[in-house]
């Protein structure tokens, strides 16, 4: 545990709430930076009442706040501003995900903070971009899932446009605004480059991963559809129900493994169907293929689905519900799931640091501390003497509590 990890000594200062932001320092303390989280006094995170407690704990909370140190400051009172500018005069990057223009408001614009620390990567995440008619709604991840279009093809044929069961628009935020700062520190540090301002957006994040889509309307007017589980360019690819009420994911998007899946359940016969063929074959005919799937699988145990199907190189997997993969056999075999010290629990359970590095792999030194609990030691570490860190808990500029 005493190891170093790749992001040792680097200092990331978190001004954000909920999910997109806290995500990034998040991610980025699994290897090993120090991340000091900004919070409001008395309340803290909103993270920290989300649903899912854990006694008087929020599942969320100790799952965002991992490996952070906890720092309760009033950011509209004169100390508290003083104590995160000095704080970021110190620190390597800034990831902020206030609203457009509340930075600002606050006295700390990416033009005062660059001036005083010309080394500092200010990573603004926010739902519809720092510039745009639509700046200033408010960033949540509902609005960017619908807006982006992801909703719009989300969802069965029949049925009304789909929002994610989890914070996809977020989480996916987060990702791009993580690699995004670790390539603006390898051109600082590297490439002899200064800081800068990256302005991520939720509903850019979210539009990235649609794909081609856009080329193919924009240029063939393809508008895609909803198709439930199916794909627009690729089949068979759905999830199919079993005799003993299990279901089966398969795909058949690689060429190779369609035809593996074809001679399964058909034989050569099915094989030199013209129907089947080739890739464009069997998306056009679709229907006719889902149905000879379905029909398949569905007089079939999912035991047997896995026998017969996977024994020979068919891709498939039984759809796993959120507790069956608490005690799969390969999940425990790659410590895909952690235990990290929590100051009131003892130990909770979550995911472990991805993605894995053989050298210098993350972990999960403990769950979301206490709010307020690095107050106090941040501050002295900036240069606070004791007499003005009371001072400061008397003016009400921060808050102290103990670890």
């Known amino acids: 545990m005493s190891d170093p990890l790749p992001l040792d000594g680097v200092r990331i200062v978190e001004l954000a709430d909920i999910v997109a932001g806290p995500s990034v320092g998040a991610l ?9 989280k900004i919070e409001r006094p008395g309340t803290g995170d909103a993270a920290r009442h989300m649903g899912g407690m854990l006694d008087d704990r929020s599942a969320w909370w100790t799952l965002l706040g991992r490996n952070k140190r906890s720092m309760a400051v009033n950011l509209k009172s004169e100390q508290g501003r003083e104590a995160v500018l000095r704080l970021l005069d110190s620190a390597d990057a800034l990831v902020e995900a206030f609203r457009p223009g509340v930075l600002e408001h606050l006295g700390l614009a990416p033009d005062t903070l660059l001036a005083r620390n010309r080394r500092l990567v200010i990573v603004r995440i926010s739902g519809f971009g ?4 639509r700046s ?10 619908a807006y982006s279009g992801f909703a719009s093809i989300t969802g069965e044929a029949d049925g009304p446009p789909m929002l994610p069961p989890v914070a996809l628009g977020d989480e996916s935020a987060a990702l791009f605004a993580t690699w995004g700062l670790l390539a603006a520190l390898y051109w600082r540090d590297v490439r002899g480059g200064t800081g800068q ?8 994040s979210l539009y990235s991963l649609l794909g081609p889509l856009p080329t193919l309307v924009r240029h063939l007017g393809h508008e895609p559809l909803r198709s439930g589980s199916r794909l627009s360019f690729s089949s068979p690819r759905n999830v199919y129900a079993t005799s003993d009420g299990c279901w089966i994911a398969l795909s058949g998007t690689a060429p190779s493994r369609a035809m593996l899946l074809l001679e399964a359940i058909g034989g050569p016969e ?13 998306q056009r ?7 000879l799937v379905a029909a398949f699988v569905g ?16 891709a498939l997997s039984r759809v796993y519900t959120v507790a069956e993969t608490l005690d799969d056999e390969h999940y425990e075999a790659r410590g895909t799931l952690a235990d ?3 100051p009131a629990l003892g130990s909770v359970t979550m995911q472990a640091p991805v993605p894995r590095m053989s050298r210098t792999p993350g972990r999960v030194r403990h769950a979301g501390p206490a709010l307020g609990s690095g107050t106090a030691g941040v501050l002295r570490e900036l240069g606070f003497t004791d007499d003005e860190v009371e001072t400061g808990v008397r003016e009400a500029a921060w808050a102290v509590s103990p670890d």
């Open 340 to 342: 990290a010290p929590d």
């Open 136 to 145: 200033t709604l408010p960033g949540l991840g509902t609005l960017a899932e």
């Open 270 to 282: 099915l094989v030199d169907d013209p129907r089947f063929r080739t890739t464009a074959d069997r």
């Open 130 to 133: 720092q510039s745009g008619p």
């Open 28 to 36: 980025l303390g699994d290897f090993g930076a120090e991340v000091i």
């Open 285 to 291: 005919n679709a229907d006719d293929l889902d149905a």
């Open 299 to 314: 007089e079939r145990t999912a035991e047997q689905v896995e026998q017969e199907l996977g024994s020979r190189g068919v």
């Open 197 to 204: 301002v990256i302005d991520v957006s939720l509903y850019e």
